[in-house]
């Protein structure tokens, strides 16, 4: 579970500072200063249950289970399981792996809220019985049409007046299955003239014949969100029902459906959702990507989904820390992605072992090497931290090195290895290349290269100095590999806001590498492990499709911080 400081804007034990508090604990610690609520703190986190949570979700499931530990309260892990049609039991195992490998637990409070569809049909009847409620069987064209205009108010359903008894008999018709889906709904009779159009009586419930994932074929009839959440909410005795500013109209209604029926009402309180730049965060379109097959699946490496991000390789931790640093806000903006990168560097730095790979073979023969000699070389794990200790990597006559560390007519700026340079190799030797193999075509395939033997582990006794330090794998010990490298799954910074958002998607969103060679010791990882490939990146064993003998490593995110460089940028003076 995470340390409940991280959640806050105190000191932690080494007197570090966190991000500033946010509106909503001002809020609660006002409501527990005032004895509201009997000082209780009781939020939750209620999923639908037809896909797969996003990034969007993870700053909610931070925000709501991260508030309970603050203030010793608990938080509600509930599914709001109210459309059949489009929920199974995949998505609801899905969410809550999600939450539980976010780090947070809800303890004994798992719920559905058709756990409360008994009592939300006597809800129903109740609002029917004070003449709160009726059945209108216009159809739903004819009611989209009657519900008015922003500068125009609505009219009054032919059905509005019915009698309780008649809206009761009808309402136990649609109830019991003798009528047919669209045939009517059950609506709440409150103002048609109300300039909020939520509340020009707005649907409660209505007929779905489909097969529910828990209650079987019991009910053929649904309570509408904004019925079903608030009173769940009520029932449950949430204090804080967090929510994004979309709902902030509905609030109205909320008020409305719990003050007449005189129950129990939490407090709701609206903040801005997520919105992440060459992403799309609406679980319409995702479900469009999954669909038509411009994505793999729900855990994709370049989906926004919390499974894909787990897949690609991104910690718990850095996403908690994302969502802390993007803070809660009234208003709605834009964070740059190069942030949510920025948070796994950051922790991977910490913990990640250092390990050398080469993507794109370039095959290097020492000719002075003796043809039967192997040595094996020292190398840090993490200079970050020494107590990850060292290992050993075996160095033999021929090597792999990059390709685009060669150039054959380098130019001034290039300080790497070319025809008569000298480079170091990690951790190894000094070399010299003397010459330059190439194929019919022209192609460099080979280097042949010297070595100078005093210059062991990566130093000249005679003090000179080399301007380039390259990784390296030996051939006889390497392990082969796919590696898949991704980049934005979007080519603009605002896809969603595009006439077609798939229009925008990058052609070169992953490049699929087939002939990697990594250092031996990466042979037996388990899936999910990452690591830092020097020079090249973060990586990940995928965790579906690698294991010994098929390795497949993922790029986390590249070396390149391009948040440090926009805030270095954002802090620089401006020159008069």
Known sequence: MPDPNTHSGKKNETNEVFVPSNFIRHIIEDDMQSGKYDGRVVTRFPPEPNGYLHIGHAKSICLNFGLSIEYNGSCHLRFDDTNPGKENVEFVNSIQEDVQWLGFNWDKHLYFTSDYFDRLFDYAVALIQMGKAYVDTQSAEEIRQNRGTLKAPGIDSPYRN??????????????????????CVLRA?????????????????????????????????????????????????????????????????????????????????????????????????????????????????????????????????????????????????????????????EDLNKKAHR????????????????????????????????????????????????????????????FR???????????????????????????VVELRCTYDPETRGGDAPDGRKVKSTLHWVSEQHAVNAEVRLYENLFTVEKPAAADDFKATLNENSVQILKDCKLEPGLGTVEPGFACQFERLGYFCADIRDSAQGNLVFNRIVTLRDMWAKIQKKNKKPNKK
């Open 162 to 183: 019915r009698p309780a008894e008649e809206n009761l008999e009808l309402f136990h018709k649609m109830k019991n299955g003798e009528l047919e889906e669209g045939a």
């Open 189 to 345: 009779k409150i103002d048609m003239g109300s300039p909020n159009i939520i509340m020009r009586d707005p649907a409660l419930y209505r007929i779905r014949k489909h097969h529910h994932h828990r209650t079987k074929d019991q009910w053929c009839i649904y309570p509408m969100y904004d019925f079903a959440h608030c009173l769940s909410d009520s029932i449950e005795r949430i204090t804080h029902s967090i929510c994004t500013l979309e709902f902030e109209n509905n609030r109205e209604l909320y008020d409305w459906i719990l003050d007449t029926l005189g129950v129990y009402h939490s407090r709701q309180i609206e903040f801005a959702r997520l919105n992440l730049s060459y992403t799309v965060l609406s679980k319409r379109k995702l479900i469009e990507l999954v669909e038509g097959n411009h994505v793999s699946g729900w855990d994709d490496p370049r989906m926004p989904t919390i499974s894909g991000l787990r897949r690609r390789g991104y910690t718990p931790e850095a996403i908690r820390n994302f969502c802390e640093r993007i803070g809660v806000a009234k208003r709605d903006s834009m964070v740059n992605f190069a942030l949510l990168e920025h948070c796994i560097r």
């Open 355 to 414: 390990v050398m790979g080469v993507l794109n073979p370039l095959r290097v023969v020492i000719e002075n090497y003796p043809d039967d000699l192997s040595e094996e070389m020292e190398a840090i794990n993490n200079p970050e931290d020494k107590t990850m200790g060292t290992r050993k990597i075996p160095f033999s006559k021929v090597l792999y090195i990059e390709q685009d560390d060669f150039m054959e007519d380098p130019p001034k700026k290039f």
């Open 417 to 443: 290895l070319g025809p008569g340079r000298e480079v170091r190799l990690r951790y190894a030797y000094f070399i010299t290349c003397t010459d330059v193999i190439k194929d019919e075509t022209g192609k």
